[in-house]
């Protein structure tokens, strides 16, 4: 499971990770950041080179994406390993294990592929733990899954470098981004041990090279729940993604190392929700609630109900195959 590494340079005699915005420099004999990569003998090596904690075929529509491939199932797999310490992380048991913590399965790239076709799959997620620190083993396995006609998509907290999304862009459909927090500059460092800026270069990035993204923004009460925030957030999205790029609302539950704060109340959501549509956003869910009309997508322009989500069921209604809201003939943004 260890492999040479595929980004990064030697600096006077130093080693220095170029995969995620840490750019660890990293001694001899010692991990970066994210605990899976190893410099040893004047190289760099990822420890995790087809090490699979989890797989499971899921609904495209639980990564969360909406609006691409809809009623689609994704292979999704994940590995160990984070380059982020969020105190709520939901994932802690695969993000925070290092190589030999917990058992893992060893799959090749080709198995990757093949057992996406075996389970009747759309298109391979790697998701569950944050795809950057196993770049080398989803890169290898996206290239296949192209060739194969799979779709790929990253769920990611989007803090990887410009040459690594530079990288795997060619063999990327699609990404759901994490966006922690907008104006609490200090969350990111306090909650995350992290930076909000090349997050949003990342998603700015992502757009331009014409990958599809939804934004998750899991909302925790006192940490990310002012008014501000979501009007900010709105306006960042407008002006440098587009209004019909979707955004996830998500609930906060207590977790980890955040077990003092309540869930966060719906009514909250619900009015994030609102100020956000009236910044002019035009398609923004409520997940992470067992049911909410909010995660359906009604049309921007006449409220039509187009798409029905009852858990992970979701059904077409009012859209026609050209993606037209059949009330009013607006146009609505969904890659099929
Ligand atoms: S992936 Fe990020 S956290 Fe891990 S070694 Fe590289 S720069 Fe450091």
Redesign the pocket.
Known sequence: MEKEASLYHIEEGKIQ?D??N???I?PDGEH???G??KAKNKKLYTQVYGAISSRNADPIEKKPLYHFKPKTRAMSYGSIGC?FSCKHCQNYSIATAKPGDIPVEELTPEESVKLTKSNECKGIAYTYNEP??WFEFNYDSAKLAKKEDLYTVYVTNGYMTKKALEKISPYLDAANVDIKAFNNTDFYENISSAQLKPVLETCKLMSEKGIHLELTYLVIPEENDDEESFKELANWIIEELGEETPLHLSRFYPSHKMLDKDPIPIKTLERAREVIIDQGMKYVYIGNVSQTQYANTYCPACDELLIERRGYSTKIKNLSDDDLCKNCGEKIDLIR
């Open positions: 990770c995969l995620c840490h750019r660890c990293i970066g950041i994210c899976v990569r380059n950057t620190v």
